[in-house]
């Protein structure tokens, strides 16, 4: 018969001895991080900037110092990426996560830094978990280094865990597949941009004039 009133084991605090040393799980509240994110940038383009700073706290709680060091090599131009992010409406085709436009994450970086922290190279423990779970970013289906090309035909929105993951993998030998292009008005946070840049006074930043020369152009063009 139990033992009435002994503390009951904690799931939480259970060592899953099959997991991998080097991969430190990310936090489970960095799972609403996309609608903490939406919210804060909704704040900063409506002018409602202490608001904006008081929902920047709710971020900063899921911030998980840890792990390795990877760069992401961006080698695509700013417009062909822009094309592939809303043709695919910003959700990852490998797992059908809403992702947000990385440029949105940066000026929010730069409002927030102690919250939302970005380093240059996403180095782990400087950068913040977002990045490297919702930030969208363009992967070619074939990879270049087994013979993939750079058309847009060969390049899929996919979330950077995903990105990470699939590497120079093909999709059969990951046995994943890529989902059809989604129907939905996620955006990325894209819409919010143009604002984003002027209420933080990124106007300027060479980074930021990329971005959005590259978001008009195609916008302009669907
Ligand atoms: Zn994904």
Redesign the pocket.
């Known amino acids: 018969m139990p033992r009435l009133g002994s503390p009951k084991p904690l799931a939480a605090m259970r060592v899953n001895k099959d997991a991998r040393p080097d991969i430190v799980p990310m936090v489970t509240e960095a799972d609403d991080i996309p609608d903490s994110i939406a919210e804060i940038a909704r704040a900063v383009a409506a002018g409602k900037l202490d608001l904006a700073q008081n929902l920047s706290v709710r971020i900063a709680a899921s911030f998980s110092p840890a792990s390795p060091s990877i760069s992401p090599a961006i080698k695509l131009t700013c417009e062909l990426q822009v094309r592939v992010f809303l043709r695919d409406r910003f959700t ?1 085709r ?2 059908r ?1 809403n992702t947000v436009f990385i440029p949105v994450l940066r000026v929010l970086s730069r409002l927030y830094p102690a919250e939302l922290p970005y380093q240059k190279n996403w180095r782990w423990s400087e950068t913040h978990p977002a990045y490297w779970k919702y930030a969208a970013s363009c992967d070619h289906v074939v990879p270049v280094a087994r013979g993939g090309t750079s058309a847009i035909d060969n390049l899929v929105t ?2 950077y ?2 990105n990470s993951v699939k590497q120079q993998w093909l999709i059969d030998e990951l046995h994943w597949q890529i989902f059809p292009m989604q129907n939905t008005d996620w955006d990325g946070l894209s819409g919010l941009y143009g604002a984003l840049v002027e209420a933080a006074g990124a106007g300027a930043e060479l980074y930021h004039r990329r971005w959005m020369r590259a978001l008009q152009a195609v916008s302009a063009s669907h």
């Open positions: 990852c490998y797992c996560r996919s979330c865990m995903c």
